[in-house]
């Protein structure tokens, strides 16, 4: 049962438009909702994190919009840059009681073009 | 100042060998974190280990696969009798504590069972 849905799989937008990535998940156990780029060879690397509590959360052109009551969460990246590309996924933490736990959707791979 | 470090970068290996993977994780982390990373899919954590706590292994898919902590620093995850299924690319992390501290990811380990 895959607890992080995650979309699209890919996402290709031009330079200085706007990628939306989607995740939706069950467990309303889940606490925090990080999101993770990851660049080809390397470890993923934290973004940007919410909590439940809060709707919108924004770092830069980076922003997470966040619906408690569909259970939905969301990634934007305003004027995306070629810099960007890169393999995004969503996480969420807390199922179960193991609060150090992630359970991640399966990335979205974003090329932006020049 | 040094991340997670992980060795090898990449392991070939022959279908029913046993193989280690080797990860620091960045000094004063008391916690350390194992995932596997196959292609097309997200993140699944294997094991977690946090201070001299009985480590949560309940991620491991198989009794082939092992992985221990000495001195509460280096962490070796093993896979005896290795399938062809194995292969993906092995991620630790580490971090302060367990939640709500942030998690550093390692290079991660490619590894290829032919």
């Known amino acids: 049962q895959q607890q992080v849905k995650q979309s699209p799989q890919s996402l290709i937008v031009q330079k200085g438009g706007i990628s939306i990535i989607n995740c939706a998940y069950e467990?309303?156990?889940?606490?925090?909702f990080p999101w993770y780029q990851q660049f080809p060879g390397k470890g993923p690397a934290l973004l940007i994190a919410?909590?439940?509590?809060?709707s919108e959360k924004k770092e830069g052109r980076f922003t997470i919009s966040f619906n408690k009551s569909a259970k939905q969460f969301s990634l934007h990246i305003m004027d995306s840059q070629p810099g960007d590309s890169a393999t995004y996924f969503c996480?969420?933490?807390?199922?179960?009681?193991?609060?150090?736990?992630?359970?991640f959707g399966k990335g979205t791979l974003l090329t932006v073009n020049p | 100042g040094a991340g997670v470090s992980q060795s090898p970068s990449n392991k070939v290996t022959e279908k029913g060998k046993d193989v280690e993977l080797r990860c620091d994780p960045i000094?004063?982390?008391?916690?350390l974190y194992w995932y596997r990373q196959s292609l097309g899919q997200g993140l699944e954590f294997l094991i977690y280990?946090?201070?001299?706590?009985?480590?949560?292994k309940s991620g491991l898919p198989s009794d082939r696969f092992s992985a221990e902590r000495t001195g509460g620093s280096v962490s070796t995850l093993t896979i005896q009798r290795t399938q062809q299924e194995d292969s993906a690319v092995y991620l630790c992390?580490?971090?302060?504590?367990?939640?709500?501290?942030?998690?550093?990811f390692g290079p991660g380990t490619r590894l290829t069972v032919t």
């Open positions: 996480a969420a933490r807390g199922e179960g009681g193991s609060n150090y736990k992630l359970t």
């Open positions: 467990n309303t156990a889940f606490d925090y």
């Open positions: 919410i909590r439940p509590d809060v």
């Open positions: 992390a580490s971090s302060f504590g367990g939640a709500p501290y942030e998690q550093y």
């Open positions: 000094s004063g982390h008391t916690a």
């Open positions: 280990f946090q201070g001299n706590s009985a480590p949560d």
